[in-house]
């Protein structure tokens, strides 16, 4: 079974930093992978998702992220942090031919002024 | 923004009632998903739909029942409420073919007394 392991619970930076959130996943099979991003009180909404080719991924709001498949991972970067980046972070995984997401706990991302 | 709503938003009940959550869709999307989101285990996914009247079991199904009559909509059904039920609830969607992200509806929070 895949799973999604997003090792930092919380992170801070100060506004302007650049930031760097982990996930590591285990997949037997070509993975096929997202961000998603929580604000308080809200759904989720897709940062961006990585299916094949380029291993550098572009997303919205200045996001990135770069598959690595040596290291199965799929971090997400972003070269200055903005308040508004404050929300909780969430790495999945999709499999059973792409209709199954299987996600990690989150990261909460605290922006400091 | 993917049409997509959720009904009610917000809901308390005694333990051993029965409730039920609404999704509502109207983007003609073929697949549904129901979610739970509780602190420290991310979403994990409770039952899906593949179309019309077709339903397959998630991570965490027990407890819960789903219906799909309309390809808009889509219920959760938990038959006798328990208090580990307390959790935020979101719906998803995604198209029919290949590996397409999911859309999220802005979830139910539903606590069970």
């Known amino acids: 079974a895949q799973s999604v392991t997003q090792p930092d619970i919380h992170i801070t930076v100060s506004e302007g930093a650049s930031l760097e959130l982990r996930c590591n996943y285990s997949?037997?099979?070509?993975?096929?992978l997202f961000w998603y991003v929580q604000s308080p009180g809200q759904g989720l909404q897709l940062l961006l998702k990585?299916?094949?080719?380029?291993?550098l991924v572009q997303g919205i709001k200045g996001f990135e992220a770069e598959f690595k498949r040596s290291q199965s991972s799929f971090n997400l970067r972003k070269p200055s942090v903005h308040w508004s980046d404050a929300a909780e972070y969430f790495c999945?995984?999709?499999?059973?031919?792409?209709?199954?997401?299987?996600f990690g706990t989150g990261t909460q991302l605290k922006v400091e002024l | 923004d993917a049409g997509i709503t959720q009904s009610p938003r917000h809901k308390v009940t005694e333990t051993g009632t029965p409730v039920t959550l609404r999704c509502h869709q109207t983007?003609?999307?073929?697949?549904m998903y129901w979610y739970r989101q509780d602190p420290g285990h991310g979403l994990r996914l409770i039952h899906y739909?593949?179309?019309?009247?077709?339903?397959d079991k998630g991570e965490v199904s027990d407890g819960y029942s789903v219906s799909r009559s309309k390809t808009e909509d889509f219920l959760l059904t938990l038959e006798s409420a328990t208090s580990s039920q307390t959790s935020v609830y979101f719906c998803?969607?995604?198209?029919?073919?290949?590996?397409?992200?999911?859309?999220f509806g802005p979830g139910t929070r539903l606590t069970v007394t």
């Open positions: 999945a995984v999709a499999s059973g031919g792409g209709n199954k997401l299987t």
């Open positions: 983007e003609n999307h073929r697949y």
């Open positions: 739909s593949y179309g019309v009247k077709d339903t």
């Open positions: 990585y299916f094949s080719g380029d291993t």
């Open positions: 998803a969607i995604s198209e029919s073919t290949g590996v397409h992200e999911q859309y």
């Open positions: 997949y037997g099979a070509t993975p096929y």
